[in-house]
């Protein structure tokens, strides 16, 4: 889960990491009110789960209240990338000397977190990684261990940062490790992460990324979520426990399993056809899981076709096909459907199946083909 | 023959009273699995399955009276660290943990630790191994795969069960198959595997199920190339996948445009692997 960046900031501040002073609105007139008591300068930024928000507009700098206020209105009426913009941050603005990178992955390959920094800050770091990976300092961080002072400092003389702010970076390295740490992160960034007119430290921007499998012991980060921004249908599918993403295509499949679900998208693929979605109604999924999923499916304008391949482990091809019927009970629908089963209960869930004039497949290959044709009849 | 499983696994079932790890001891022993005991906090003294089973209180209780070997865990995500590091250092050798969502950074604690205490993990989030006609550890279900010299190692659970079924239905068998798991941090790669099968005299050719996320795959391809002189038959899932959006697994998301299908099946085929274009394939790229 992606936090916005006042989130995010307001999570690096609640660990000892400088911010300037910032108010988010939903209102042009109240950024008027905050660029005043701020006195005057502010930053008007918005909040968006994009990246390159200043270069598409999104991020300005006003001289007065006044101009503030027509900004703020200005960049509320946005849409940055597709997203509309619903809320900006506005922030003082403060006099930069230099921009820094600091930031935290998880490296997989290493099996470990890695901090990275860069004395080229402020731009997109992934270019800096393409075209100057020298100079990005990478120290991976022992789980068990933590991160080191020296480490810290190893990171602060790579990037040549001027000696008397190695212990407020240091301080800085060390909050942004335990903010990852403590908030199950798989990203934590500051960029830029200025020095200041004073010399002094601060987090300009701020981007976290949540591990979704850890929310359940973060209800507040859970709470931070922004709904406005998701699509519907990836929503929904959260609420029942299913996996969904849309796609572009005009094949709906339902599949049990993130593997079979993605070798499922290919193999229509292959047979000349496009998926609409990947769904995958994990293991176990009882029959009201299965009429959630088919309703969401169907919920697609562009689906020609409904392809479900089901290999019963855990999961109970009956349990399946209760679903399907249950679902098809509430939504009239014309879309035609093809249905594999194998596996615990196929047999059963076949029977339940027999009057519901749906096509059956013995193969995967089978199955894709028998729904690409039918897709493309339907569609002819 | 096989790899880590076989009819001398001495299995304790980890979360043995809930749902699932009810119904798949249930599942093992019919398959054959020698289950010497369960595992469950405050239930140690009573059994399940009819009095066959015996439940400890800890791990360590549990290994003490059985001489267990092996362990299978189905506790819930937040307790399924703690659970593979009492099976450690209770001393079982091979810990397989079938559960589903566990914190990445917690596995990365757990592994690192694990490394220094020469247990092996396989797992989490995977469907455990299978040594077909001897022992199956984890949720395979039971009948659709045969005994037979293909070693199969998968980052997936039902695509796997496809791949099998596959292999059954063209009279092809397993030696063992390994689910290493669909996450960012796990127990046992690709590699491990692969070693493994290639010092099996009872494996004659290797069938490696990756998928989109990550490098393990490009990784393997290059431990192929240097030391597998079996051959591989592969494949990889995910091939439509957009990048950016995590397709189910927590470590199937192609990140800053590394991790695609594409790359990882130039790599494999650069390896000598001969890669399948979808999983039914896979048994007429094998010798027969």
């Not at chain 1, 701020?38 to 101009?67: D, F, N, S």
């Not at chain 2, 239905?169 to 996450?183: L, Y």
């Not at chain 2, 990882?264 to 650069?270: D, F, M, S, T, Y």
Request: proline share 4%; net charge negative; charged share 25%.
């Amino acid at each position: 889960m992606k936090l916005h960046e006042y989130q995010s900031k307001q999570l690096f501040n609640k660990y000892g990491i400088p911010i300037p002073r910032g108010r988010i609105t939903t209102e042009a007139s109240e950024a008027k009110h905050f660029a005043e008591e701020m006195g005057g300068r502010v930053v008007i930024k918005a909040q968006v789960l994009v990246g390159g928000r200043g270069k598409a507009g999104g991020i300005r700098l006003a001289r007065t209240p006044k101009e503030a206020e027509e900004l703020a209105a200005m960049i509320l009426g946005m849409e940055l990338k597709g997203l509309p913009v619903r809320k900006i941050l506005v922030d003082e603005a403060v006099n930069i000397t230099k921009e820094i990178y600091l930031g935290i992955t998880n490296d997989r390959a290493a099996r470990r977190p890695v901090m990275m920094a860069s004395a080229a800050g402020g731009v997109d770091i992934e270019e800096v990684a393409r075209t100057s990976p020298e100079k990005i300092i990478k120290i991976h961080i022992d789980p068990l261990l933590g991160l080191r002072d020296y480490q810290a400092r190893d990171l602060a003389v790579g990037i040549d940062l001027p000696r008397m702010l190695w212990r407020s970076f240091s301080d800085i390295a060390h909050n942004l490790w335990v903010a990852y740490q403590a908030n199950d992160a798989s990203l934590a960034e500051i960029n830029p992460l200025v020095i200041t007119s004073e010399q002094r430290l601060l987090a300009l921007d701020g981007k976290m990324v949540v591990d979704d499998n850890a929310l359940f012991r973060h209800p507040d980060l859970n709470e931070m979520r922004d709904l406005d921004v998701e699509d519907w249908a990836e929503v929904e599918a959260r609420k029942f426990g299913l996996s969904y993403i849309s796609l572009q295509g005009e094949i709906g499949c339902m599949v049990n399993g993130a593997g079979l679900a993605m070798a499922t998208m290919d193999i229509i693929k292959l047979s000349g056809g496009e998926p609409a979605n990947f769904l995958d109604i994990g293991g176990g999924a009882g029959s009201e899981k299965v009429a959630a999923a088919l309703r969401i499916i169907l919920a697609d304008a562009n689906v020609k076709a409904v392809l479900f391949n089901i290999f019963g482990g855990i999961t109970r091809c009956d349990e399946v096909a209760r679903g399907i019927l249950a679902a098809l009970a509430d939504v009239k629908t014309h879309v035609p459907m093809v249905v594999r089963l194998v596996g615990t209960n196929a047999e059963e869930g076949r029977k339940i199946l027999a009057d519901a004039q749906m096509a059956t497949a013995e193969t995967l290959l089978e199955a894709a083909q028998k729904a690409v044709a039918i897709a493309k009849g339907a569609s002819a | 023959m096989s790899i880590l499983v076989n009819k001398n696994t001495r299995l304790i079932v980890q979360g043995v009273t809930g749902n699932e790890g009810l119904f798949h001891t249930t599942q093992m022993v019919l398959y054959g699995t020698n289950v010497v005991a369960g595992v469950t906090p405050g239930k140690g003294g009573e059994w399940v399955l009819d009095g066959k089973i015996p439940i400890f209180d800890t791990v360590r209780a549990a290994r003490d009276t059985t001489g267990a070997n092996a362990s299978v865990i189905f506790v819930p995500a937040r307790s399924a660290p703690d659970a593979i590091l009492e099976a450690a250092d209770a001393g079982i050798e091979l810990v397989v943990c079938i559960t589903e969502g566990v914190p990445v950074l917690d596995m990365m604690r757990v592994r690192a630790y694990l490394d220094t205490r020469g247990v092996r993990l396989i797992g989490p989030n995977c469907p455990g191994l299978l040594t077909p006609g001897e022992c199956k550890v984890g949720i395979i279900p039971n009948n659709i795969s045969i005994p037979g010299n293909i070693g199969i190692v998968s980052r997936s659970g039902t695509l796997t069960y496809e791949v099998l079924y596959a292999l059954k239905n063209s009279g092809k068998g397993a030696s063992t198959c390994v689910g290493i798991g669909g996450d960012p941090v796990n127990g046992t790669n690709f590699i491990d595997v692969l070693e493994l099968f290639e010092a099996d005299p009872h494996t004659d050719q290797v069938v490696m199920i990756g998928e989109i996320g990550g490098t393990d795959e490009e990784r393997a391809a290059d431990f192929i190339t240097r030391k597998m002189t079996k051959p591989v038959v592969g494949f990889i899932a995910g091939q439509s996948a957009p990048p950016g959006k995590r397709m189910g697994h927590a470590g199937a998301i192609i990140e800053g445009g590394a991790g695609t299908a594409k790359d990882k099946i130039r790599a494999l085929e650069a390896a000598g692997v001969r890669v399948a274009r979808h999983p039914e394939e896979i048994p007429q790229l094998l010798a027969s």
